[in-house]
């Protein structure tokens, strides 16, 4: 059963300031996703890494994925208070030629305060 | 374009009432997947669909939940006899394939009482 942990689960923060998220998934997983979601509203995609050593960056974030390690960072540079939200990764396992649903884990609530 | 949309955004029932939550994907998408959210169990896989067949029906949470989809667009997700624990934000996403970005809908927040 593949299983997604997050850490940590809240966090609040200083603007300007830089931090990163962890995630570790249990078993092989064949991609993994960073998704945001702010108060009341649905969840907005981020990255998608593919392979190990995978980076991606949009703006003030940056996704990185070690598949050997089974683990994903989002790695926050220079807080800026919009970047405040619930961010939570999630993995995905295709198998038998079909595919499961994601496994997310609890998410991360970030408060980033001026 | 068009979003993946859902309907309605918020159902309050009584115990016992069946509900019928509708899901509009985004066009083109073939695979369509159904989430739970609450605040004990996160976000929970609950089935998916690949055009309009549900291979793996074992997520659902019971058997008082079934899901349906016509015509390789829109899907409905029926609770029969609802419970206070089926009180959730109910999400469905969409994506071009089985191994692509999923992209969510708003959620429609039902509340059994």
């Known amino acids: 059963e593949l299983k997604v942990e997050q850490n940590p689960l809240f966090l609040s923060m200083q603007e300007g300031k830089n931090y990163t998220i962890y995630c570790n998934y249990s078993t092989t997983s064949d991609r993994l996703y960073w998704y945001r979601q702010d108060p009341g509203k649905s969840l907005e995609s981020l990255f998608v890494l593919l392979s190990n050593g995978a980076v991606k960056q949009e703006g003030r974030l940056m996704a990185s994925l070690d598949t050997k390690a089974r683990l994903s960072t989002l790695h926050i540079t220079a807080a800026v208070h919009d970047l405040s939200a619930t961010y939570f990764c999630?993995?995905?396992?295709?198998?038998?030629?079909?595919?499961?649903?994601?496994?997310f884990g609890k998410g991360t609530h970030l408060i980033i305060q001026p | 374009g068009a979003g993946v949309s859902q309907s309605p955004s918020n159902k309050v029932t009584e115990k016992g009432k069946d509900v019928e939550l509708r899901c509009d994907p985004i066009?083109?998408?073939?695979?369509l997947y159904w989430y739970r959210q609450s605040l004990g169990q996160g976000l929970e896989f609950l089935i998916y669909f690949q055009g309009n067949s549900a291979p793996d029906k074992s997520g659902l949470p019971s058997d008082r939940f079934s899901a349906e989809r016509t015509g390789g667009s829109v899907s409905t997700l029926t609770i029969q006899r609802t419970q206070q624990e089926d009180s959730a934000v109910y999400l469905c996403?969409?994506?071009?394939?089985?191994?692509?970005?999923?992209?969510f809908g708003p959620g429609t927040r039902l509340l059994v009482l």
């Open positions: 999630a993995a995905a396992r295709y198998s038998g030629g079909g595919a499961d649903g994601l496994t």
């Open positions: 066009s083109g998408h073939t695979a």
């Open positions: 996403a969409s994506s071009l394939g089985l191994f692509e970005t999923q992209y």
